[in-house]
């Protein structure tokens, strides 16, 4: 009695990990790589929006742009040419989620495989858009740091 015993603590013991890991390749698991870059790439736009916002109204403010010219003096700080590459490896980084092998997910192996891709991916779309708001921050840093050092105005 007690080897069958043994026996069954073996074999489901064993069986689990296999359950496991079928249930870590679902569908759930690529929603929650979704739930997970989302909620970064939302919380750094709430950790660095206002702050970009503030910067620039203070570089509006001393430098006494108008309505009008607001948009032209201020765009370059959120969108040069580093911004612009980040975007476009992060429009790549999408598209080639778009494009990942669908005859991949028939397979267990496949859907594991396709997860950890997928995951990684996502993650560089995180760490893509954390850049471009470091970059678009320091630009503000310096820009500001130059108008203390002034101390006046255009």
């Not at 929603?31 to 509006?60: F, H, M, P, Y």
């Not at 765009?75 to 991949?104: G, H």
């Not at 708001?133 to 130059?146: F, I, P």
């Amino acid at each position: 009695m007690q080897v069958r015993w043994a026996f069954f603590v073996l074999f489901v013991g064993a069986g689990t990990p296999v359950f496991a890991q079928a249930a870590a390749c679902d569908a759930g698991a690529f929603k929650t790589v979704v739930a997970e870059a989302g909620a970064a790439i939302s919380g750094l736009q709430d950790a660095n929006a206002k702050t970009v916002q503030a910067k620039l109204q203070a570089l509006r403010a001393h430098h006494n742009w108008s309505d009008d010219v607001y948009p032209v003096r201020a765009t370059p700080f959120v969108k040069d040419d580093t911004t612009m590459a980040i975007d476009a490896a992060n429009r790549a980084l999408l598209l080639k989620v778009q494009s990942f092998d669908a005859d991949k997910a028939a397979s267990e192996d496949g859907r594991c495989s396709m997860l950890s891709e997928f995951r990684l991916v996502m993650d560089e779309v995180v760490r893509n858009t954390a850049a471009k708001w470091r970059h678009m921050v320091a630009k503000l840093d310096a820009a500001t740091a130059e108008v203390m050092q002034a101390g006046m105005g255009e």
